[in-house]
Structures are given as structure tokens and as C-alpha cells.
T-cell receptor
Framework: KTQVEQSPQSLVVRQGENCVLQ??????????LRWFKQDTGKGLVSLTV?????DKTSNGRYSATLDKDAKHSTLHITATLLDDTATYIC?????????????FGAGTQLIVIP | DMKVTQMPRYLIKRMGENVLLECGQD?????MYWYRQDPGLGLQLIYI???????SEGDIPKGYRVSRKKREHFSLILDSAKTNQTSVYFC??????????????FGAGTRLSVL
């Protein structure tokens, strides 16, 4: 059963527009949540990590929120650029597991058009 | 320069052939991983290695084995490849067990097609 659900599955925006990506999860326990960016044909690159019960982070044009009570996270991208075209993957890390498991979402494919 | 390098980047094999995927990292990370990525699914953990000759099965180890004889090098082996092993394989490393806040560093992936 999928424990990390991302929405939308895909999204097309015009350059300069803002967008919001969603991540809902059922992973328990939930130690932290990380957003990765995956360019086409490339590996995953970490954007930000959220740790606290209700957390917010900011990394340039990327900002993220986490609500562990709701088991929900958002990734906001402001003033999108063509280079933002990529798949964005939400990953939840559990605690208490001997292997420190990471639970990956299937990703949201973002396409930024001129 | 922190880097995870995967070789080859693309590979086509026939069913029943043996496959060797190589991964190297230059960060002296203890922990290394092999994942596969299939369309519509999140990355799935095949094997995790805590250090040299200290490997554990992940969630989908069947049909795979691994080898780690040096800290910087982690291999994934498919003995007698099957068509359902067609996928993109990612290697990653981290300075300690994933599950805490240390991020994983990913290679660029190997796209394997088994015909």
C-alpha cells in the first residue's frame, strides 16, 4: 500500500507563475520529510528537509511546510523558471526502524512553459 | 567534489544474461543503497549496505545481490536477468543510516532494458 501520495500527478505552469505541490502520507512514525528535485535523466537532489511537528522552510524560490498532525506537506515554488521543469519527489523518513527506512512518493511532474 | 557515479548509464541485456551495475562515491560515506524507479511508483529499496561486507536486504531483494568490498564502491548484480527487471536503477550514499536527517546523495541512474 502506497504510504506517500503526491498530487497533482503532473502540472503545467507558465514561466513566472507560482505553484503548489502536495504530499500526504500515512508513514508512522514520521521523523522527517524531505523534498527532492529530479531533472529528467538525472538523480534526485535534495531541496529541503522538514523536521518539526509544524515546520516551515525556505530555500530561495522554494518554500515548504509540514504538518505532522495532518501528515501533510506542501512545496511552493514562486516565480517559476524553465529550469524548474522536473519531477518533485516527497520522501518521509521513519524513526525507530533499524534500517531507517525512507518512503518515497511517486512524484509530481512539473512542466514550466514559456 | 561530492559525487556518486554510476556505470554504465544505459544497458541492454537479453533475458537470462548476467548484469553488473557499478556505483562509486568519493565522500567516504558508510551507507550506500540501491533503488529501482518504475513509472508511477516511488523508489523502491533493493539493498542497503552499512559498510564493507555489511549488507542487508531492502524491500525488493529477490533476483538481486550486491557486493561491497571497498567503502567507496557498491555493486548490484542480477544473475539471469528477467524482463521485469527492466527499470532505472539508482545508487545513493549517505554518511549514516537514512531515516535521520542526513540526506542521500544520488547517482544519475542506470537505465536497464532486459529483452
Amino acid at each position: 500500500k502506497t504510504q506517500v501520495e503526491q498530487s497533482p500527478q503532473s502540472l503545467v505552469v507558465r514561466q513566472g507563475e507560482n505553484c503548489v505541490l502536495q504530499c500526504n502520507y500515512s508513514v508512522t512514525p514520521d521523523n522527517h520529510l524531505r523534498w527532492f528535485k529530479q531533472d529528467t535523466g538525472k538523480g534526485l537532489v535534495s531541496l529541503t528537509v522538514l523536521v518539526d511537528q509544524k515546520d516551515k522552510t525556505s530555500n530561495g524560490r522554494y518554500s515548504a511546510t509540514l504538518d505532522k498532525d495532518a501528515k501533510h506537506s506542501t512545496l511552493h515554488i514562486t516565480a517559476t523558471l524553465l529550469d524548474d521543469t522536473a519531477t518533485y519527489i516527497c520522501v518521509v523518513g521513519d524513526r525507530g526502524s533499524a534500517l531507517g527506512r525512507l518512503h518515497f512518493g511517486a512524484g509530481t511532474q512539473l512542466i514550466v512553459i514559456p | 567534489d561530492m559525487k556518486v557515479t554510476q556505470m554504465p548509464r544505459y544497458l541492454i541485456k537479453r533475458m537470462g544474461e548476467n548484469v553488473l551495475l557499478e556505483c562509486g562515491q568519493d565522500m567516504s560515506h558508510e551507507t550506500m543503497y540501491w533503488y529501482r524507479q518504475d513509472p508511477g511508483l516511488g523508489l523502491q529499496l533493493i539493498y542497503i549496505s552499512y559498510d564493507v561486507d555489511s549488507n542487508s536486504e531492502g524491500d525488493i531483494p529477490k533476483g538481486y545481490r550486491v557486493s561491497r568490498k571497498k567503502r567507496e564502491h557498491f555493486s548490484l548484480i542480477l544473475d539471469s536477468a528477467k524482463t521485469n527487471q527492466t527499470s532505472v536503477y539508482f545508487c545513493a550514499s549517505s554518511p549514516r543510516l537514512g531515516g535521520d536527517q542526513n540526506t542521500l546523495y544520488f547517482g544519475a541512474g542506470t537505465r536497464l532494458s532486459v529483452l
